[in-house]
Nanobody
Framework: VQLQASGGGLVQAGGSLRITCAASEGTFSGYTMAWFRQPPGKEREFVAVIRESGGRTYYGDSVKGRFTISRDNAKTTMYLQMDNLKPEDTAVYYC??????????????????WGQGTQVTVSS
């Protein structure tokens, strides 16, 4: 599976942005999809994940209530709607695909396909 993240950009604090992850093939629906991010000078961190059917979603504590993950299996595309953005959300955002067990669903080691990343910058 090849993943292509897009939609990043510069936005003011309090604003919104939607980033997209397009997958190359129809087996997309068989994968759990996730977003991770890497702030400048920091380790990569978990943002959100959505199960194959879209029925279950999980979020990192820092984005819960502000970000919404979704997917359209017919379009082999995943989305991350980011609202009320904060300067600390500035990072390169990566999409990933895998088949993680529930107990490790937030671990980047469980995902074996990765997109190239899209930069999100939030100005104060």
């Amino acid at each position: 599976v090849q993943l292509q993240a897009s939609g990043g950009g510069l936005v003011q604090a309090g604003g919104s942005l939607r980033i997209t992850c397009a997958a190359s093939e129809g087996t997309f629906s068989g994968y759990t999809m996730a977003w991770f991010r890497q702030p400048p000078g920091k380790e990569r961190e978990f943002v959100a994940v959505i199960r194959e059917s879209g029925g279950r979603t999980y979020y990192g504590d820092s984005v819960k209530g502000r970000f919404t993950i979704s997917r359209d299996n017919a379009k082999t595309t995943m989305y991350l709607q980011m609202d009320n953005l904060k300067p600390e959300d500035t990072a390169v955002y990566y999409c990933a695909a895998g088949r993680p067990i529930l107990s490790a669903i937030r671990s980047d080691e469980m995902y074996y396909y990765w997109g190239q990343g899209t930069q999100v910058t939030v100005s104060s």
